[in-house]
């Protein structure tokens, strides 16, 4: 009875961990990455949209499209041109919670609008605010769909617990689940069912979420 109490109470805690661990970072760990990264939250990074519009900032005083990405990189290009690679590595200096694939979409549309306005004469200041502009809207959406899935990714999570907190209480209130799991024809039956349904359900929930998924980056498109 101690044995099977114990065993189901390692798997159990087992469980609670994996879908723990599964989880998006709370609030609190957010909280402790933020101090790490950022010197115990004395050097707090100003993020890709403040990096342009300090670059707006110095271009309407008369600076350069150049001069303007050197001051937010502190130092200067060894020729004068801002290409793509430049303005990846000044905003991973700058990043706040931007991902890597974030840098590298902001850089590029960043530098063919610095191009753009290089060749074709128009306002860089209206360029760059078109790109800030568009990086918004995009972490708006990135956000809106990391939301709309958190739900359906919580309740899968609960869903892969919820058999081992049964047979938990089950064992609490002096059942013996186990003995007829693994000693008998009808529990390796019930066994081999439950592998299966999860297995579909599994396969359905991805199904799910990667159709949504499509549908929401074609709109965003």
């Known amino acids: ?3 099977d109490v114990t065993v189901v109470s390692q798997l159990a805690a087992g469980a ?8 998006p970072k709370s609030l609190a760990l957010q909280r402790l990455s933020f101090f790490s990264e950022n010197g115990n939250g004395r050097e707090k990074r100003a993020g890709a949209v403040s990096v342009l519009a300090n670059a707006n900032a110095y271009i309407k ?3 350069s499209l150049v001069s303007a990405f050197e001051q937010q990189g502190g130092q200067k290009f060894f020729t004068p041109a801002v290409t793509e690679e430049r303005l990846k590595r000044i905003f991973m200096l700058h990043r706040r919670d931007e991902s890597a ?3 590298e979409r902001i850089a590029a549309d960043t530098a063919v609008a610095c191009r753009l306005s290089e060749t074709l004469g128009c306002q860089a200041v209206r360029c760059l605010e078109t790109v800030a502009a ?3 809207r995009q972490r708006e959406t990135s956000d809106l769909r990391s939301q709309a899935l958190s739900m359906p990714q919580a309740t899968v999570r609960l869903l892969t617990i919820l058999p081992f907190v049964i047979i938990f209480f ?3 209130c002096g059942a013996n689940p186990l003995s007829f799991l693994f000693s008998s024809f009808a529990g390796f039956c019930c066994m081999f069912a439950a592998a299966i349904l999860y297995a579909a359900g599994a396969v359905w929930v991805k199904a799910l979420i990667d159709g949504f998924m499509k549908e929401s980056q074609s709109i965003d498109l």
Do not use: P, Q, R, Y
């Open 61 to 63: 005083n008369g600076a």
């Open 134 to 136: 568009e990086h918004k």
């Open 16 to 23: 609670v961990w994996f879908a723990l661990s599964c989880s």
């Open 101 to 103: 694939d974030d840098i």
């Open 1 to 3: 009875m101690m044995t």
């Open 170 to 172: 089950s064992i609490l």
